[in-house]
């Protein structure tokens, strides 16, 4: 929008509006323009997030394809990360066992049988 353009919807808004509703109708036009951008924002950050996930998932089953050996500098990327994660939201009550090994290109990462019978030898049952 030009100069023009808005200064024409200014005057019909004081004319419409008149003086003493104007500033509160502005006030509610920048709030809502506001909570706009924020759910926007808020989306964007949600659809990358989702993005983000779905590739690495898409990493891990390439990798796992392969048997966890000779992977790509991605795929050991992507398992580390996971596996970071892993252990980030691991709950307290198992802060006791030790975390999983992250995996670097020369070892491969536990798959999850493996994980499975760790942790049952752990535990004892």
Same mark, same amino acid.
């Given at each position: 929008?030009?100069?023009?353009?808005?200064?024409?919807?200014?005057?019909? !808004?004081?004319?419409?509006?008149?003086?003493?509703?104007?500033?509160? !109708?502005?006030?509610? *036009?920048?709030? %809502?323009?506001?909570?706009?951008?924020?759910?926007?924002?808020?989306?964007? $950050?949600?659809?990358?997030? @989702?993005?983000?996930? +779905?590739?690495? +998932?898409?990493?891990?089953?390439? $990798?796992?394809?392969?048997?966890?050996? @000779?992977?790509? $500098?991605?795929?050991?990327a992507a398992l580390k990360e996971?596996?970071?994660?892993?252990?980030?939201?691991?709950?307290?009550?198992?802060?006791q066992a030790t975390p999983?090994?992250?995996? %670097?290109?020369?070892?491969? !990462?536990? *798959? !999850?049988?493996? *994980?499975?019978? @760790?942790?049952? @030898?752990?535990?004892?049952?």
């Amino acid at each position: 929008m030009g100069f023009w353009e808005l200064l024409v919807i200014a005057v019909v !808004a004081l004319l419409v509006l008149g003086p003493e509703r104007l500033p509160g !109708a502005i006030r509610s *036009t920048v709030k %809502t323009v506001r909570s706009i951008k924020q759910f926007g924002q808020q989306m964007q $950050a949600e659809l990358n997030d @989702n993005l983000r996930v +779905h590739e690495l +998932h898409q990493k891990l089953k390439d $990798a796992e394809a392969k048997g966890l050996v @000779n992977l790509t $500098a991605e795929e050991t990327a992507a398992l580390k990360e996971l596996t970071e994660a892993a252990n980030a939201v691991r709950p307290a009550s198992s802060a006791q066992a030790t975390p999983l090994p992250v995996p %670097t290109p020369e070892t491969p !990462a536990p *798959t !999850a049988e493996e *994980t499975a019978v @760790n942790n049952e @030898n752990k535990t004892g049952s």
